[in-house]
């Protein structure tokens, strides 16, 4: 058995074991300190060996990785882990209960599914630029897709309208935050990735790579002014959702401009 699969085995069972922990607690209603301890534990533990099974699946045979598969597990492996360490400021079992059956759902599927996307021989650090890039704009996909819907539960509760689907969602002010933990994360990933092209990338002429860089830092002012604005101003609600959009639209121009000037008008 492979060190990946084995980590990956281990992921599970722990994943399991935080799941069968946390739902415990919410049907006896209980928010003791032994219970929620043990409950991170094992989610801690879990998430280490999602990252090792992740990595091992990214870099393997001498070359890099980056199909849906690797860069799935990996994405999911860093949102488990964002959703733990939120816990441990707060109770957020909700959002434990939410989350890793999707984290699950990653690791069976990078087990199982084969990938067919053809191995890269990179420079560590172009490699490493690539990585931050994919997870930095995986998460912001993330967070904008759940601004989305704050938008849409804002509306309701606005409306006082009840869509019995919300009661399946975690309360609005812990989506809220975990949103901000993510453009957190994310925006930590983009600086790095920046600042990693800045230094590793020499041909910027290469499939619109200035075009992206120059999108990913308007992306990423807009992103720092959102957060500013949240840490000083308190800023929320409708402003966070306006500005998660904005720094997420000029990501795709960034991304898909490139890419649709690149192959139908040169």
Same mark, same amino acid.
């Given at each position: 058995?492979?060190?990946?699969?084995?980590?990956?085995?281990?992921?599970?069972?722990?994943?399991?074991g935080?799941?069968?922990?946390?739902? /415990?607690?919410?049907?006896? %209603?209980?928010?003791?300190?032994?219970? /929620?301890a043990?409950?991170?534990?094992?989610?801690?533990?879990?998430? !280490?060996?999602?990252?090792?099974? !992740?990595?091992?699946?990214?870099?393997?045979?001498?070359?890099?990785?980056? %199909?849906?598969?690797?860069?799935?597990?990996?994405?999911?492996?860093?949102?488990?882990?964002?959703?733990?360490?939120?816990?441990? /400021?707060?109770?957020?079992?909700?959002?434990?209960?939410?989350?890793?059956?999707? !984290?699950?759902?990653?690791?069976?599927?990078?087990?199982?599914?084969?990938?067919?996307?053809?191995?890269?021989?990179?420079?560590?650090?172009?490699?490493?630029?690539?990585?931050? $890039? =994919?997870?930095?704009?995986?998460?912001?996909?993330i967070?904008?897709?759940? $601004? =989305?819907?704050?938008?849409?539960?804002?509306?309701q509760?606005?409306?006082?309208?009840?869509?019995?689907?919300?009661?399946?969602?975690?309360?609005?002010?812990?989506?809220?935050?975990l949103?901000?933990?993510?453009?957190?994360? !994310?925006?930590?990933?983009?600086?790095?990735?920046?600042?990693?092209?800045?230094?590793?990338?020499?041909?910027?002429?290469?499939?619109?790579?200035?075009?992206?860089?120059?999108? $990913?830092?308007?992306?990423?002012?807009?992103?720092?002014? *959102?957060?500013?604005?949240?840490?000083?101003?308190?800023? /929320? %609600?409708?402003?966070?959702?306006k500005?998660?959009?904005? %720094?997420?639209? *000029?990501?795709?121009?960034?991304?898909?401009?490139?890419?649709?000037?690149?192959?139908?008008i040169?």
């Amino acid at each position: 058995m492979s060190s990946t699969t084995l980590t990956g085995i281990i992921a599970l069972l722990f994943y399991v074991g935080t799941l069968l922990l946390q739902r /415990r607690s919410v049907n006896l %209603g209980s928010a003791r300190s032994g219970t /929620r301890a043990g409950t991170l534990v094992a989610g801690f533990i879990g998430v !280490a060996a999602h990252f090792y099974s !992740a990595g091992s699946l990214i870099y393997r045979d001498t070359a890099y990785h980056f %199909g849906v598969t690797e860069v799935s597990t990996l994405i999911f492996a860093a949102i488990t882990l964002l959703t733990l360490l939120s816990n441990i /400021r707060r109770p957020a079992g909700s959002l434990i209960l939410a989350v890793l059956p999707l !984290a699950i759902l990653s690791i069976l599927f990078s087990l199982i599914v084969p990938s067919t996307y053809p191995p890269q021989h990179l420079d560590t650090g172009i490699a490493t630029h690539v990585i931050l $890039s =994919i997870v930095a704009y995986s998460l912001f996909s993330i967070a904008a897709l759940q $601004s =989305i819907f704050l938008a849409f539960q804002n509306y309701q509760l606005k409306h006082h309208h009840v869509v019995r689907v919300m009661r399946l969602f975690p309360p609005l002010q812990d989506m809220e935050r975990l949103l901000f933990e993510l453009l957190w994360a !994310a925006q930590i990933l983009l600086s790095l990735a920046i600042a990693a092209g800045f230094l590793f990338v020499s041909d910027w002429g290469a499939q619109g790579l200035a075009h992206k860089m120059f999108f $990913s830092l308007l992306a990423w002012v807009v992103f720092t002014g *959102l957060l500013v604005g949240r840490h000083v101003l308190g800023w /929320r %609600g409708t402003t966070a959702i306006k500005g998660t959009l904005t %720094g997420f639209g *000029l990501l795709l121009i960034g991304f898909y401009g490139s890419k649709f000037v690149l192959e139908f008008i040169l």
